[in-house]
RNA sequence: GCGGCUGUAGCUCAGCGGAUUAGAGCAUCGGUCUACGGAACCGAGGGUCGGGGGUUCGAAUCCCUCCAGCCGCACCA
């Protein structure tokens, strides 16, 4: 089906184009009409006359037969108010339309997106929380819109802190090493092979053999390094499932992936004139960035003790993912902090011919979580907040918050619903927020059952469910038509027929909180229209029509939160 | 010093390809109340949109400048 909101741009953009061809018409909702075009005033300005004539001339142009009705108001805008009949049609096609009207993407794009990217033999905490939640939710919508989507977890799986890890495996004996490992308890196994290398010279001294033996490529090193990769790449399938994310372990495509790639990338580099040799170290200076002294600031492919880099990998990474993987679209869910590194990553890439101009590559930069005194979210005592024991936090308030309610839910499925919910909360409340910005940890609110949050838009779909559990009888919705006499019924569908343009406008800057923002409006606009339209206890054809407006409501809530990674029970 | 991000009601945040009276949630106050799940709905109070300039018929939105906070600026990723 075409969109309600496609419609109506196809008629005006129609007219526009009469008047200066390609004028945006400037299309959006509105509180004056349904819609309203702004378009006029910046094309009067384009075509030097006065903004009422345009809009009148706009106005005896445009075929909204059928469609809507139009009035100009103040010095330009055009209001539209869609007819009755349309929105009758456009709601009966919804009823038959799995995706709500969005409309499969074409040419469907390779988008490789890059995200949680974890460090092996380290606890997952709340720093890996936002590029997870982000990338995810990117990675469901993109996968709806039609797209090919491909995951890459670009986990720490290499550099020097290996040799000390695998000595200290060495040291544990591999049976206890693993069985430490497989219980999560990755930070102490971290900490103590750390501690003996700050304190043990002959431990320190074993351990950078041990990287340069890994490095050689020593097959029993490379044995026990793939021991430490497994157990940790197995611990995060566990933390992803429990987080309900879909990065599988076939994702994980490591820092050592790229290893037998780096001698390549520098020699094309030098091929390509690009390369400069500074202090020592191997370098391209990509126009455009300066270090402190206001001099042209490197690009460290190969460092002095000819080492790679991890520019150097990620510059391989670009290259694998345009040449191999065959990407249209590159996205990089990394925190805001690295984003002249990335700026310059792509820069070369560009010089380098990697990244050609038809491919997006964007840096998906986000802010801080942080804690209620507003610096880095750490627990009392200083340390980094574990992921697990975050949901875990979240799942027993959430199961607290259900006991006090007489639900009639066994405790089994309590115990599951409190998952759903506390991952709910957790998401949407990082996801709700435009990325760029920091935010600040606040469970108690997140979690709470009211106001903008995750856990109160499974509550509205809930209650609408609830309704269809009433009703008992199998009912069929191909009966319904919409009349929408009552104010609140006609504010639901409207918001209802948004759904493909809410999904566009957060899909393409990548803004998943727009997302957020479009389905707290629709549970508003839901719970005044329960409150004020009887469903039930109506009949006849208005029963039929309410009903229908409920059934769409509850597939655009559900749909809505899968793609944000978020699942909506049908019971609470 | 250069660069980036952020600064909107008491608190947490939308809005920022300029446009008709700046929105929401929480909190506060007042209503709805035999309710299809009240974990709700309706309403009220509360804002010089960090300060100052500029462009424009019109700026929270664009430009300049200043202030505050956070972050980055060569061999850790």
């Known amino acids: 089906m075409t969109s309600t909101y496609d419609v109506l741009l196809e008629r005006l953009q129609a007219a526009f184009d009469r008047v200066a061809p390609g004028a945006d018409p400037v299309l959006r909702q509105s509180e004056r009409g349904d819609y309203q075009a702004n378009g006029v005033m910046s094309l009067a300005k384009q075509v030097g006359r006065p903004p009422r004539d345009v809009a009148e001339e706009i106005v005896g142009l445009v075929n909204l037969d059928e469609v809507a009705t139009v009035e100009i108001a103040g010095p330009g805008f055009l209001n539209l108010t869609i007819s009755p009949p349309f929105l009758n049609t456009q709601?009966?096609?919804?009823?038959?339309?799995?995706?709500?009207?969005v409309a499969v993407a074409s040419p469907a794009k390779n988008v490789v997106i890059d995200y949680s990217a974890p460090n092996v033999a380290k606890e997952m905490h709340v720093g890996h929380l936002r590029s997870t939640v982000i990338g995810d939710a990117l990675a469901?919508?993109?996968?709806?819109?039609?797209?090919?989507?491909?995951?890459?977890?670009h986990v720490g799986d290499w550099g020097t802190p290996f040799g000390m890890l695998i000595e200290h495996l060495v040291d544990l004996g591999e049976d206890e090493a693993m069985a430490s490992l497989s219980m999560g308890d990755l930070d102490s196994f971290y900490r103590a092979a750390r501690t003996k290398f700050d304190a043990d010279d002959a431990f320190k001294e074993r351990s950078r053999a041990r990287v340069v033996a890994l490095q050689a490529g020593d097959g029993e090193t490379r044995r026990l390094w793939s021991i430490l990769v497994n157990e940790s790449v197995a611990y995060f399938a566990e933390v992803y499932t429990k987080l309900d994310i879909t990065l599988a372990p076939e994702d994980v495509v490591g820092e050592s992936y790229y290893n037998d790639m780096l001698e390549d990338v520098v020699r094309d580099l030098d091929q390509a004139g690009l390369l400069v040799e500074s202090d020592g170290a191997l370098c391209v200076f990509p126009p455009g960035f300066t270090n402190r002294d206001n001099e042209p600031l490197p690009l460290i492919v190969q460092k002095r003790d000819e080492g790679f880099g991890y520019a150097a990998t990620d510059l391989a990474a670009v290259r694998d993912r345009v040449r191999n993987l065959h990407a249209d679209e590159l996205l990089y869910v990394v925190g805001a902090p690295q984003g002249q590194h990335f700026e310059m990553i792509y820069a070369v890439a560009r010089l380098a011919g990697w990244l050609p101009e038809n491919v997006r590559c964007e840096h998906v930069a986000f802010g801080n979580v942080l804690g209620p005194d507003r610096k880095m979210f750490k627990t009392r005592s200083g340390e980094t907040v574990k992921l697990i024991g975050l949901l875990d936090e979240a799942t027993e308030r959430a199961h607290a918050a259900l006991e006090g309610r007489q639900s009639g839910l066994s405790e089994p499925e309590k115990l599951h619903l409190a998952t759903q919910i506390a991952r709910a909360a957790v998401?949407?409340?990082?996801?709700?927020?435009?990325?760029?910005r920091d935010y600040i940890f606040d469970l108690e609110r997140m979690i709470a059952f009211e106001g903008d949050t995750g856990p109160y838009l499974q509550y509205a779909h809930a209650r609408v469910r609830s309704i269809f559990r009433r009703l008992g009888t199998r009912w069929d919705s191909s009966a319904a038509s919409f009349a929408l006499e009552a104010p609140a019924e006609r504010e639901l569908a409207l918001g209802l027929l948004a759904f493909p343009e809410a999904f566009e406008l957060a899909l393409a800057?990548?803004?998943?909180?727009r997302l957020c923002v479009y389905l707290f409006d629709l549970a508003q606009r839901f719970t005044s229209f329960y409150d004020a339209c009887p469903v039930l206890s109506a009949e006849g054809a208005l029963r039929d029509e309410r009903l229908a407006l409920c059934e769409l409501t509850a597939r655009a809530l559900s749909l809505g939160l899968s793609l944000l990674g978020i699942e909506a029970p049908d019971q609470m």
């Open 91 to 101: 709601l009966r096609t919804l009823l038959g339309d799995a995706r709500l009207g």
């Open 140 to 153: 469901r919508m993109n996968r709806f819109a039609g797209h090919h989507v491909i995951a890459r977890n």
């Open 427 to 436: 998401k949407y409340a990082d996801l709700s927020t435009e990325r760029q």
């Open 509 to 513: 800057p990548l803004q998943p909180h």
